[in-house]
């Protein structure tokens, strides 16, 4: 049967950070690439970053090899959301434990959806 | 109550498509950029694109002031995956339409995602 896999896409949303962390591209930017260099991701070209004006968030983007990695940040929810994408098997990253230590995070949640199609029924190429 | 939301993002998974569309950064940039100009959204900056080599696919990221558009292919499964995060409300775009139209998408999965925390329970900002 053919498989129509093209991997799986971790949403995180965490709130009750510190304003402070979701102003700070810095911060974001060593969350990131922390996130890149434990699971042995390929970053391509340069990083997206964009820090909206006033007392708005933060926004990165990597283009991976793997797929996409995001963070958007919103101070006025004290709410920061992420997406990785990635098409071929990672581990987990300890988002709990990290968006903790780093934003403040005092809730996290970590979905993990699937990017695949079923393979159609009486597909041609099924054995 | 105290409304943790930040927004929905919409999940697109499509196949069947020709190659030669799957290869085509010019033809998936008129896709996003119909996404943007249809929905009234505000790209920030220059959106990233890349073609990989071989027979490889094409991943192109928008940045949004609502948050991001990105799309990827996989030529060898005839599949495309676009991510529409969306913080505020927008109107859904015709995926199954235009895929199958600008694409040749044949089977066309659209889920729509909340990116939003419950309130928590005994918040005071709870009115």
Not at 4 to 24: F, K, N, P, Q
Not at 75 to 92: F, G, H, I, K
């Amino acid at each position: 049967m053919r498989a129509v896999d093209a991997g799986v896409e971790w949403l995180i949303e965490a709130d009750g950070c510190t304003h402070e962390a979701l102003r700070s591209a810095e911060t974001l930017r060593a969350l990131l690439d922390d996130v890149v260099r434990r699971l042995s991701l390929n970053v391509v070209g340069a990083p997206l970053w964009h820090t909206f004006p006033g007392h708005a968030g933060v926004t990165g983007m990597y283009l991976l090899s793997e797929s996409h990695l995001t963070v958007h940040t919103y101070p006025e929810l004290d709410l920061v959301t992420l997406n990785l994408y990635a098409c071929r098997p990672r581990p987990e990253y300890p988002w709990s434990a990290e968006l903790g230590a780093r934003l403040g995070a005092t809730r996290v949640r970590v979905r993990c959806v699937s990017r695949a199609l079923e393979p159609v029924a009486g597909d041609p190429n099924d054995g």
